[in-house]
């Protein structure tokens, strides 16, 4: 887990490099651009634009989450059925992507309740009266306002702190 926010810290360097959400996935190599031509998608290209390491550290989150969350099991379960487990996984990881690029912009720490949200409405709110653990440990409360310099470091610092 330690790796994983090491990886975030030296590749992302700091949030605000990014404008919006999309542009931090597009980075983070969980989008393939389109070719257009005159408005019209021809096809896609560029599978390999972006950070290789950034994809890697959130393929590993979703494996991390897939062990320890049910709700996560039950999304990819899902997602699974019409899109199949690569793109379903691929799915929750643009889906942990945007979660912690608003985190960090927003200066605000994880909350499983919301990330889990849209797919508790969608499925009738079966995710969310599941009584197993969520993926972030209770254990593991971050306080990124605790730092005023809005570093990625300082957020880093503590979630390396509390997962040893």
């Not at 990886?7 to 605000?16: C, G, M, N, Q």
């Not at 992507?97 to 605000?108: I, P, T």
């Not at 969608?122 to 972030?136: D, F, H, K, V």
Request: with cysteine; proline share 4%.
């Amino acid at each position: 887990m330690a790796i994983l926010s090491l990886v975030l810290l030296y590749e992302l360097h700091t949030i605000d490099r990014f404008p919006s959400v999309g542009d931090f996935l597009s980075y983070a190599r969980l989008v393939t651009p389109k070719l257009t031509s005159d408005g019209k998608v021809t096809g896609q290209s560029g599978a390999k634009i972006g950070n290789v390491h950034l994809k890697w550290a959130f393929s590993e989150a979703v494996l991390w989450m897939l062990r320890y969350s049910d709700q996560a099991k039950a999304l990819v379960k899902c997602k699974e059925k019409k899109y199949g487990k690569p793109r379903a996984m691929t799915m929750l990881a643009r889906k942990i992507a945007r979660a912690v690029y608003y985190m960090l912009k927003q200066k605000e720490p994880f909350d499983a309740v919301k990330f889990f949200a849209s797919y508790s409405e969608a499925s009738g709110g079966a995710a969310r009266t599941n009584s197993g653990p969520l993926w972030w440990p209770e254990a593991i409360s971050i306080d990124i306002s605790i730092c005023q310099c809005g570093n990625l470091l300082c957020w880093i610092g503590q979630l390396s702190a509390l997962a040893t």
